[in-house]
């Protein structure tokens, strides 16, 4: 079993700085560059180009086979996650305790006060029988009955 992290352990690549500024390092360690490079970085949605040109394959095959390997890795997190917790984190299966289940149903009618009830039978506080002594015991209000079974 796995726990996740509440801080993710890695910085953006790259993030916008001022115009024509040279690539740095700035205090949180991040990589700041220039206005017009973050834009160019940020428009791009073909990377056909990186295969076509022989030259900038070559240069950067194992970068695109590990860019790969991150994106199915993303893709078996997002569909795990997905069928785990559901797409709605409002309703996730592990979200925690449900709570209470809907109203109970009618109660029933103690047999001495329904329809076909028998008054005589009001005082009878409980019928049990005892293994120990192999009597049937009686509590009708407070005395005692036992009773030995036929044998």
Excluded: C, W
Aim: net charge negative; hydrophobic share 30%; aromatic share 6%.
């Amino acid at each position: 079993m796995a726990n996740i992290n509440d801080n993710i352990r890695g910085k953006k690549l790259y993030k916008e700085g001022s115009d024509g500024q040279e690539a740095t390092k700035d205090s949180n360690g991040e990589i700041v560059i220039s206005k017009e490079k973050a834009a160019e970085l940020d428009s791009l949605n073909d990377i056909s180009e990186l295969f076509n040109d022989d030259g900038l394959y070559q240069a950067n095959k194992f970068l695109l086979k590990q860019v790969e390997d991150l994106r199915t890795d993303v893709e078996e997190l997002h569909t795990f996650i997905k069928d785990a917790f559901g797409k709605d984190s409002t309703s996730a299966a592990s979200k925690g305790d449900t709570g209470a289940t809907g109203p109970q149903g009618p109660q029933g009618l103690k047999g001495n006060t329904g329809a076909d009830g028998n008054s005589h039978l009001n005082n009878i506080k409980s019928i049990t029988f005892n293994g120990k002594t192999n009597q049937l015991e009686v509590i009708i209000g407070d005395a005692v009955y036992k009773f030995n079974p036929d044998k």
